[in-house]
């Protein structure tokens, strides 16, 4: 038998397989090795992550704050896109995935890579040679989830669904044993730390005392040196005064506070005397390793005899002030244990949290448990702050929970545990400095550092994950398989909730929602395509939807008649009052006396888009379109002279500390009331504004529309070439469109349709909806048509939006 290139004879007999890091004796074993299946699932992963490598490229050189989106936005010209994998930080690099190899080289061909005005650094994916490690040699950290098999008969066996909560919690809760090593071992250190840090504290926080700990979580730990500051002045001071140079308590040959001073010594300098400690004076400690440049700079460490792994700091005092709040909310109500402990599972399991390796665009625990807690602190009545035992069972909590994020304006409000309310996220467009929070599409301050959003490391795929997995919880929810027992021993419940099922990877709003006749594109809101005047204007708006829904009514516009050269006139608005039977007795739809003319005129003047005449009204239709569309104006900058009163950051107030001497409220005092602000609601009794417009599309401007830009490029000199996908580029694009079927002798309208659109908020993400209904299309285009306008009017419409300012 002829070895293969994973396969090594040894010396002394036998065989080794490189690929699997393992000896076998002889060559029967080696067969049965290659056919067995570690072998083979080995061979296929290798295989697969050469594939990714062989059809990725590796980019960099983009601004900072990019996302996934807008790089799948540059690179899909080229092919299909699998995937991106940006950088935890948001800034270095991505890796941007093809479907195949012919669109890796299309994108390696081009000559120079253009986004948002920055010159990108495309290259081939650098090649690693595939490493298997043994899961005995792997993060303990990384098994610490109980499976879904092991968890279904133990679940099952409950009678209610708050029964198996309160099971799923002693299974994942620490042991006493558990407990009380964790305690031991803050003890040793306390004990061991004081011999070096007179005064110091060592305290506990994270998940071991947070009341949400689970098996193997890691022992967090915060040094608190400020006594020990204190005492190392009062002695210098003594020193001084006797002239004796420094105290014989602090010339101790167990101290180390003469070769330091921590007042003006660097957390690094501070982080190394903390690991020399650990390293020589704490027995059963190992693995000792200073981390100065994270976050929250720590020293790692590993207990040796349990595998305990912990982190000390030495600046992370609001972390135990966060421990201290959960473990006040959880001595509130008992139900908000389970509660936390089923959605930390269920988001690990629909991969919405729980990244192994750290980082990534997923949530933490932390930020689960404060989106747990904010739910109790909002729903009617509240259960946070309130110590009363309501009658609701925690399973109908948990399906409240989802019902509520299912509902929730993710992209207009702001989360603030801290005033258990949401605050309207134009309030923050004017915080200044390091007191502005990152803003992103899902935001959740932190209750003591407010200038932290804990959510922060998202993008906009993973906060539609959460939004499209909490609808699907929730319709999940109001079934009896989840709320009753199954009397045939099939799984229910949570155990059913658990399960990977196979959802729909559309965005939400953007798929036709009402037959094939009338289908909606739903444009999201998002702070990063604004422009800085946008912004500014929101800030002093009172309802920043109505502001932001004129912008993006103009932008469409422009997409529609300057991009695609589409006709578009008003139409006249139905009366919000629905239909009224006439004297016949028949339903017939009233129109108001306020024609659509006059919000579309004012909607195109807030961005000097004149609307378009139907062209079908006079003039042949050619030289109608000509006049209409030649020389039409796209976006121009808003008027800067326009005084914009933008309110005060709220970031100073939510900061204010009691004063001092001042009695500090109760928690159940301290509730916010519903009020109007509660959340940026839209009023029903008031009707939001609509607009509505008759189009006519006069090219099938979707057809070979790929090809046609890819000739353009070609054919435009270098310094004059547009960036791909750019409002110019399109233009011409739909411009050459139109000429090849003028050569080819194709006129007459292609179809025609409605558009109206309204915007949505409040009670869902904050959106404009845009509803397209066919009016004449012989041909059967319009499915085509609308398919293509899915993508590209929401990716040009932020275009414009980017130029409005």
Request: aromatic share 8%.
């Given at each position: 038998m002829e070895l293969d290139a994973d396969t090594q004879a040894l010396a002394k007999g036998g065989f080794h397989c490189l690929l699997c890091d393992i000896n076998v004796p002889n060559q029967a074993s080696l067969e049965d090795h290659l056919k067995g299946r570690k072998h083979q699932k080995l061979r296929s992963v290798r295989d697969t992550r050469k594939t990714q490598e062989q059809h990725s490229v590796f980019v960099s050189g983009f601004q900072r704050g990019t996302t996934e989106l807008q790089l799948i936005d540059h690179f899909q010209r080229f092919g299909p896109v699998a995937s991106v994998i940006m950088d935890k930080d948001q800034g270095v690099y991505a890796i941007v995935q093809f479907n195949n190899t012919e669109s890796l080289q299309v994108a390696l061909a081009e000559p120079q890579h253009c986004m948002a005005g920055q010159r990108l650094r495309v290259k081939p994916r650098e090649t690693k040679e595939f490493k298997y490690i043994p899961k005995k040699k792997q993060d303990p950290s990384k098994q610490q989830l109980i499976s879904l098999e092991e968890l279904t008969p133990a679940l099952c066996q409950a009678d209610t669904?708050?029964?198996?909560?309160?099971?799923?919690?002693?299974?994942?809760?620490?042991?006493?044993?558990?407990?009380?090593?964790?305690?031991?071992?803050?003890?040793?250190?306390?004990?061991?730390?004081?011999?070096?840090?007179?005064?110091?504290?060592?305290?506990?926080?994270?998940?071991?005392?947070?009341?949400?700990?689970?098996?193997?979580?890691?022992?967090?730990?915060?040094?608190?040196?400020?006594?020990?500051?204190?005492?190392?002045?009062?002695?210098?001071?003594?020193?001084?005064?006797?002239?004796?140079?420094?105290?014989?308590?602090?010339?101790?040959?167990?101290?180390?506070?003469?070769?330091?001073?921590?007042?003006?010594?660097?957390?690094?300098?501070?982080?190394?005397?903390?690991?020399?400690?650990?390293q020589k004076c704490v027995p059963g400690v190992h693995k000792v390793q200073a981390v100065p440049s994270a976050r929250r700079p720590v020293v790692k460490f590993i207990h040796k005899e349990s595998g305990l792994q912990g982190d000390i700091s030495i600046n992370n005092r609001?972390?135990?002030?966060?421990?201290?709040?959960?473990?006040?909310?959880?001595?509130?109500?008992?139900?908000?244990?389970?509660?936390?402990?089923?959605?930390?599972?269920?988001?690990?399991?629909?991969?919405?949290?729980?990244?192994?390796?750290?980082?990534?665009?997923?949530?933490?625990?932390?930020?689960?448990?404060?989106?747990?807690?904010?739910?109790?602190?909002?729903?009617?009545?509240?259960?946070?702050?309130?110590?009363?035992?309501?009658?609701?069972?925690?399973?109908?909590?948990?399906?409240?929970?989802?019902?509520?994020?299912?509902?929730?304006?993710?992209?207009?409000?702001?989360?603030?545990?801290?005033?258990?309310?949401?605050?309207?996220?134009?309030?923050?467009?004017?915080?200044?400095?390091?007191?502005?929070?990152?803003?992103?599409?899902?935001?959740?301050?932190?209750?003591?550092?407010?200038?932290?959003?804990?959510?922060?490391?998202?993008?906009?795929?993973?906060?539609?994950?959460?939004?499209?997995?909490?609808?699907?919880?929730?319709?999940?929810?109001r079934s009896l398989q989840y709320q009753r027992k199954s009397t045939k021993g099939k799984v229910w419940g949570l155990v059913r909730l658990f399960h990977q099922q196979g959802g729909s990877a559309a965005s939400h709003g953007q798929s036709g929602e009402a037959g094939a006749d009338r289908m909606i594109i739903g444009i999201p809101f998002k702070l990063s395509a604004l422009s800085g005047d946008t912004r500014k204007q929101l800030q002093g708006s009172g309802d920043f939807r109505q502001l932001w829904f004129s912008e993006v009514c103009g932008a469409m516009l422009c997409v529609l008649e300057n991009v695609l050269q589409i006709s578009c006139s008003p139409v006249k608005r139905v009366s919000e009052e629905g239909t009224k039977p006439n004297a016949s007795g028949e339903q017939s739809s009233h129109l108001s006396e306020t024609s659509f003319n006059e919000i579309a005129e004012q909607e195109s003047a807030n961005l000097d888009v004149p609307c378009v005449k139907d062209p079908l009204k006079g003039g042949t239709e050619n030289e109608t379109k000509s006049q209409e569309l030649k020389g039409k104006p796209c976006l121009q900058e808003a008027n800067n002279n326009e005084d914009v009163h933008s309110k005060d950051s709220p970031i100073a107030s939510l900061q204010d500390e009691p004063q001092s001497g001042v009695k500090r409220p109760r928690l159940s005092e301290e509730t916010p009331q519903p009020s109007s602000s509660k959340k940026q609601k839209l009023d029903p009794a008031h009707p939001q504004p609509a607009v509505g417009w008759q189009c006519t599309l006069w090219h099938k401007v979707w057809a070979g529309r790929r090809k046609v830009r890819r000739d353009l490029l070609k054919v435009l000199k270098e310094d004059s070439r547009p960036d791909g996908g750019s409002i110019e580029l399109e233009s011409k694009v739909t411009e050459a469109i139109a000429q090849q079927e003028k050569e080819a002798k194709v006129s007459g309208a292609v179809l025609e349709f409605t558009l109206h659109a309204e915007v949505v908020g409040g009670t869902e993400d904050t959106r404009t909806l845009a509803k397209f209904t066919p009016l004449v299309d012989g041909s059967n285009l319009f499915q085509d048509f609308f398919h293509f306008l899915e993508s590209f009017l929401p990716r040009m419409t932020g275009k414009f939006l980017e130029k409005s300012g």
């Open positions: 669904v708050g029964e198996q909560m309160q099971r799923l919690v002693e299974l994942f809760e620490l042991s006493e044993s558990e407990r009380r090593l964790r305690e031991l071992l803050v003890s040793l250190l306390q004990e061991i730390f004081s011999e070096f840090f007179p005064e110091c504290k060592v305290l506990p926080f994270g998940s071991s005392v947070n009341s949400f700990d689970i098996h193997s979580c890691d022992l967090d730990l915060f040094l608190d040196l400020e006594n020990t500051k204190t005492f190392q002045a009062k002695a210098k001071s003594t020193a001084a005064q006797a002239g004796e140079g420094l105290s014989e308590d602090a010339q101790s040959e167990d101290s180390i506070l003469s070769d330091i001073d921590l007042e003006s010594a660097t957390s690094t300098e501070v982080l190394e005397l903390v690991a020399t400690v650990l609001l972390a135990v002030r966060n421990t201290r709040f959960l473990q006040l909310c959880c001595s509130l109500d008992e139900r908000l244990r389970p509660l936390v402990y089923a959605v930390r599972y269920w988001a690990k399991q629909k991969q919405l949290a729980g990244n192994p390796c750290g980082g990534g665009p997923l949530l933490n625990n932390y930020a689960l448990t404060l989106l747990v807690i904010f739910f109790l602190q909002n729903r009617q009545p509240p259960v946070l702050p309130s110590v009363n035992h309501l009658k609701s069972l925690a399973g109908t909590l948990l399906s409240e929970f989802y019902n509520f994020y299912g509902q929730f304006d993710f992209a207009g409000a702001v989360i603030s545990p801290r005033h258990g309310r949401a605050l309207p996220i134009t309030d923050f467009l004017n915080s200044a400095g390091d007191r502005n929070p990152r803003l992103g599409p899902l935001n959740i301050l932190d209750p003591f550092e407010l200038c932290h959003n804990v959510a922060g490391n998202l993008n906009e795929r993973t906060e539609q994950r959460l939004r499209r997995q909490c609808q699907e919880a929730a319709k999940y929810c």
